[in-house]
């Protein structure tokens, strides 16, 4: 019971830091003014997209 717990509570903060990485990245996109940073930033962000979405799957939240 507690290897769970503590499964979910680990996979559950991996979550949330990640949220924050996205927020951060989209604030750095807003800011951008070369197209090789954008797309590099547009990189990261999908990569970050990726997995949050297959953490919140593990989790079985719904993400956008």
Do not use: C, P, W
């Amino acid at each position: 019971i507690l290897k769970n717990a503590t499964y979910s509570n680990i996979v559950r903060l991996k979550f949330r830091i990640i949220e924050k990485l996205v927020k951060e990245n989209q604030e750095k996109l807003k800011h951008v003014n070369d197209e090789v940073e954008e797309m590099a930033i547009l990189d990261t962000y999908s990569k970050l997209k990726k997995m949050q979405m297959q953490i919140a799957k593990i989790l079985g939240n719904v993400t956008t």
